[in-house]
């Protein structure tokens, strides 16, 4: 069993930063990938980054440049740094941890970008 908890959303201006934290306890050696995801207003969620254990980071193009995923191994933490924001990127932001046939989720936390 791993388990996900999110940090570090809340309301910013179009244009500044936030720095979202997933603390991960549980099981975590058995994770292979750790990554982001994020569901907007009606949208379908989508992925924004991930991470492999390995070091490898993935990121969906339109977060090319303005977010950045990163882990601290001793805190068994990921982030995610975003910069540059927008209100498109107004979303539920989830944590997500890919294990050897099962995948966990975290509940999320709200970022609100104004125009």
């Known amino acids: 069993q791993v388990r996900l908890v999110e940090s570090g959303g809340g309301l910013v201006q179009a244009g500044g930063s936030l720095r979202l934290s997933c603390a991960a306890s549980g099981s975590i050696s058995s994770i292979n990938v750790m990554g982001w995801y994020r569901q907007g207003p009606r949208k379908q969620r989508e992925l924004v980054a991930t991470?492999?254990?390995?070091?490898?980071?993935n990121y969906r193009d339109s977060m090319k440049g303005r977010f950045t995923i990163s882990r601290d191994n001793a805190k068994n933490t990921v982030y995610l740094q975003m910069n540059s924001l927008r209100p498109e990127d107004t979303a539920v932001y989830y944590c997500?941890?890919?294990?050897?046939?099962?995948?966990?989720w975290g509940r999320g936390t709200q970022v609100t970008v104004s125009s």
């Open positions: 997500n941890a890919e294990t050897r046939g099962v995948v966990y």
């Open positions: 991470l492999t254990s390995g070091g490898s980071p």
